[in-house]
């Protein structure tokens, strides 16, 4: 069963990474990068002021930042050095079927995403801190076009992906009640 699960793992990023123009190329690359994400903080930060207030946005974003921080530091230490998956740009067998985007082809193991876990840390604890639905779409639609910007891009698996997503939900979702603690025992009202 695992096999079946890698190789239709194995085709669905093929598929993915192998429909691509020189617009897309450049479009994803760009959005991969970390600081493309910049403005779509800062607006989560302005939201979180104006319905928080400064201070308790303050206290939310360093919740956020410990988050996204925790996903991280887990996402590398406890799953890709242990793992040792390889991405599919340095996966030998199926490498010169991976199409390359500016020879970007990231570290050498790619299971969990590191880029998933941190963007899901930071959408699931900003929804569930504003309580919009249309906030929570923004959020995660961001969200989930740099997560297939990895795949198109050839570094990362779906299954890297999927468990990334997974590992930053669960990181936010401790975060966000650890907060929520915090802020209840100081009296402040959210």
């Not at 998933?116 to 989930?144: D, G, Q």
Request: charged share 15%.
């Amino acid at each position: 069963m695992f096999e079946s699960l890698e190789l239709f793992d194995r085709q669905l990023l093929l598929a993915i990474n192998g429909c691509n123009s020189e617009f897309f190329d450049t479009l994803f690359y760009v959005i991969t990068q970390t600081w493309a994400s910049i403005p779509v903080f800062l607006f989560a930060f302005y939201l979180l002021q104006r319905k928080y207030g400064w201070k308790l946005s303050l206290f939310s974003m360093l919740c956020i930042a410990l988050a996204i921080g925790c996903a991280d530091i887990i996402s590398t230490e406890c799953f890709k050095k242990v793992i040792c998956r390889y991405r599919p740009s340095h996966n030998l067998e199926i490498e010169q079927m991976v199409h390359i985007v500016r020879g970007y082809k990231g570290g050498m193991y790619g299971f969990v995403s590191s880029h998933a876990a941190n963007m899901f840390a930071f959408a699931t604890f900003v929804s569930l801190l504003l309580k919009n639905k249309w906030c929570t779409f923004l959020f995660m639609s961001w969200t989930m076009i740099v997560c297939y910007t990895r795949m198109y891009l050839g570094v990362h698996y779906p299954a890297d992906i999927f468990c990334g997503a997974l590992l930053g939900c669960v990181c936010a979702f401790c975060f966000y009640l650890l907060e929520q603690k915090i802020v209840s025992r100081k009296g402040i009202q959210m």
